[in-house]
């Protein structure tokens, strides 16, 4: 047992608690979870609203183990599928030890923004800024827009980031660490998400799916891993369904000869063999489930709650 494994098991001069990722779509929260824990742990897509739920990164610096929570980007909800991730966003943050929000230089303060801050004074505990992407913006701008944002809000600090090239984070992660609660650590220490294999799967799966078809694609497509064998020789033989709303979604995720479909469950195979750290089996299937955005089962099956309005 490591000196590390002994202290978190005792709780002695340990530090663990968790810490909020919000922001609007496509801020970087993903990006800058991931390379805050180091591995890949949530997806990354340039389409918006991509983390559906909430994901947990775990990452562990000096005696200190942080929580991050990935929350879905806060936007304004139009429909049920929507509603339940911005309940979901805010419900994340006001659970956290802290609260990190993080904002995309580029845009500034534009109207998404706003109404987030505007509505962070509900949420109690301690607060930080993140300025990410501050690396295609001009110094002059990062200043006005930090203190634009610490005027709208409390803010204990602000850091100014790239999330993309890890600029900062570094010295993000030591100052969190400084200021997690005291206690005993709650995941083992190599655990890096308590996210279950199957479901990380799926959602890296669902990345590649975005990747390739972001343009022709609805946003209302999910994927769900509905075996997952591990075999004698320690190989991972994996069947995931990618479920649309029409059948003509359901020829486009195929393609041509199954060519589309072939090249999604290539690149999600070599991922999810990344993560699992063994040889990967994936077989996709294509399956057309009308309304699935209205079936409470799908909301509970990602961790979603579903609104009855």
Not at 110 to 131: H, M, N, S, T, Y
Not at 285 to 308: N, S
Request: charged share 30%; proline share 4%.
């Amino acid at each position: 047992m490591s000196e590390n494994e002994t202290a978190a098991t005792s709780g002695e001069d340990t530090r663990c608690g968790f810490v909020a990722l919000i922001g609007a779509p496509n801020a970087g929260k993903s990006t800058l979870l991931n390379a805050l824990v180091g591995s890949k742990v949530t997806i990354v897509s340039h389409k918006v609203q991509t983390t559906r739920a909430l994901i947990r990164g775990i990452t562990i610096h000096d005696k200190s183990q942080i929580i991050f929570v990935d929350t879905p980007g806060i936007f304004a909800p139009k429909r049920r599928l929507d509603r339940a991730m911005v309940t979901t966003a805010w419900t994340g943050a006001h659970d956290a030890d802290l609260t990190a929000v993080l904002i995309d230089a580029r845009k500034g303060l534009d109207e998404e923004v706003e109404a987030i801050l505007d509505r962070l004074k509900e949420v109690g505990g301690p607060k930080i800024l993140l300025l990410n992407k501050i690396d295609v913006v001009p110094r002059e701008n990062l200043l006005g827009l930090a203190k634009s944002a610490n005027e709208k809000a409390k803010f204990e600090a602000t850091f100014m980031i790239s999330a993309l090239k890890s600029d900062g984070v570094a010295d993000l992660k030591s100052w969190l660490a400084e200021r997690m609660p005291a206690g005993p650590w709650l995941y083992p220490e190599d655990q890096m998400s308590d996210a279950p294999m199957r479901q990380l799967a799926a959602e890296i799966t669902r990345e590649k799916l975005f990747e390739r078809l972001h343009q022709e694609l609805p946003y209302h497509s999910t994927v769900e891993t509905e075996s997952w064998k591990e075999l004698r020789n320690g190989e991972i033989r994996i069947e995931q369904t990618i479920y649309v709303e029409r059948e003509s979604q359901r020829k486009i995720v195929i393609g041509k000869g199954g060519q589309t479909l072939r090249s999604i469950g290539e690149a999600a195979r070599k991922d999810i063999a990344e993560i699992a750290d063994t040889k990967v089996h994936l077989f996709l299937f294509v399956k057309v489930r009308e309304g699935w955005g209205d079936d409470p089962e799908r909301y509970r099956a990602m961790g979603l709650e579903f609104p009855r309005e």
